[in-house]
């Protein structure tokens, strides 16, 4: 599925936005950095309450398709403007972390 | 054995803005030498970890990348307080990281352990008090 079809189907609220074709082609939570890097399959939604800016580095060294931050959680604007500048597909939903990981696994299997 | 593609960095301490960037040239640097992404992908993620690592536990170092025709290496050199017990600080979940950066995310004791597992070899010096040089190899 790609990332703007993923966007529209769950109606994830766009903070920024890069190559919205991309395919997303897994998924995965956690708010620890480190798990993220280690575990997060490339070209994943990773969905997350954490919204600093390492956040944003760690998706794109960890080549996640997009970042889909949980309960609203919305990021400060130095961290928007920095999404904005490297085309980090990231978006916020007022979902639970755990109805975000139920309805992508559903659209994903 | 021709000369490697070198790039050289000095990464700021305690600066959790800047944090990752010399990672994130270097991951554009390979993608325009046409480096495998996948080979990337496992650079970045063991570089930034040791980057990220010289931020919060050793007040900043410098970071060597060496692209030659077989292999990418990566050498990441300190003068903070050294790495008192290796053994423990490879273990999963092992961390001294203060309760500050805990906020941001770090300090779930996974940084070592990742650089280990997304590299081919991995070598760790260091002497307390003096400071830690680590040396990564992907091979391509
Ligand atoms: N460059 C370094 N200088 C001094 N101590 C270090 C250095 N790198 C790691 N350590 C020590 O090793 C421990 C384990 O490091 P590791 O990267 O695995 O976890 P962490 O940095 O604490 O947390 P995480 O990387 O999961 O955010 C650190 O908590 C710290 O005590
Ligand atoms: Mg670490």
Known sequence: ?109 | MSEPVRFHFDVAGENFVSAGEASATVKKLLRQLGVDPAVIRRVSIAMYEGEINMVIHANGGTADILVYTDRIVIVLEDHGPGIPNVGLAMQEGYSTAAENVRALGFGAGMGLPNMKRYTDSMDIETAVGRGTKITMEISL
């Open chain 1, 1 to 109: 599925m790609k990332i703007n079809e993923l966007r529209d189907t769950l109606a994830l609220q766009p903070l920024s936005e890069g190559d919205t074709d991309r395919e997303v082609s897994g998924g995965y939570t956690g708010d620890l950095l480190s798990f993220v890097m280690g575990r997060c399959p490339a070209d994943s939604a990773w969905i997350t309450i954490m919204n600093n800016v390492n956040v944003l580095a760690v998706a794109s060294l960890a080549d996640a398709a997009c970042v889909i931050l949980a309960e609203d959680s919305v990021p400060d604007d130095a961290v928007l403007s920095r999404a904005r500048t490297e085309g980090i597909n990231l978006y916020t939903s007022p979902m639970t972390a755990y109805e975000l990981c139920g309805r992508l696994y559903a659209l994903l299997s």
